[in-house]
């Protein structure tokens, strides 16, 4: 008698439930819930708005990790630390080579504020979080700038030639930095093959 009533939470329609009227076979009925978690939240509709969404449950941080993942696989945090070291050299040139007050002061500036932004953006890539293309823009734009001061500030001798290089380096790897930011958010961002 019990085994003729039905279930009121629908138990008897699962996989391998079956019942005194229903052999067991293993196998799912069409008219019972699936086990697969898409399906199941798709189904949910609580009228409320909660679990309608497919993003509920996921950490808000996930893109923001992908993006930082897919970077540190491309090797940014190493370029970023490269340039960390060549604005320290821009603001210890002054003191290897003699320098008259404005390119000293333009190399300790530029030097420190590039040491401090590819910091921040080091910083950033061992937290998870993805580096910012804003921050990899600007260290490259004051890697220009210290290529062109070279000539605007009438350096001369090894300042001028350590300048102008750790300029174009700095440039080059900055730009390099922005770019793959740019690509690994791109990537992250990308819906997938299922969407």
Do not use: C
Request: no cysteine; charged share 20%.
């Amino acid at each position: 008698m019990l085994g003729a009533m039905s279930d009121p939470n629908g138990d008897d329609h699962r996989t391998g439930g079956g019942s005194e009227t229903e052999p067991n076979t293993g196998a799912e009925t069409e008219d019972g819930p699936t086990s697969r978690p898409e399906e199941a939240a798709a189904e949910m509709d609580s009228g409320a708005g909660f679990g309608d969404r497919a993003d509920v449950g996921r950490d808000p941080r996930d893109e923001s990790t992908q993006i930082a993942i897919e970077e540190r696989r491309r090797k940014t945090s190493v370029l970023s630390l490269l340039v960390v070291g060549l604005g320290a050299w821009v603001v210890l040139s002054v003191l290897v080579f003699e320098a008259i007050a404005a390119p000293l002061w333009n190399d300790v500036l530029v030097g420190l504020v590039v040491m401090a932004a590819s910091g921040y953006n080091y910083y950033r890539l061992t937290n998870d979080i993805p580096i910012s293309t804003a921050i990899a823009s600007l260290i490259a734009i004051l890697g220009i700038w210290l290529v062109v001061s070279t000539a605007l500030l009438g350096m001369t001798g090894g300042l001028f030639w350590s300048t102008l290089a750790a300029g174009l380096l700095i440039t080059g790897i900055a730009g390099y930095n922005a770019y793959e930011a740019r690509e690994a958010r791109t990537v992250a961002t990308e819906p997938g093959p299922g969407a």
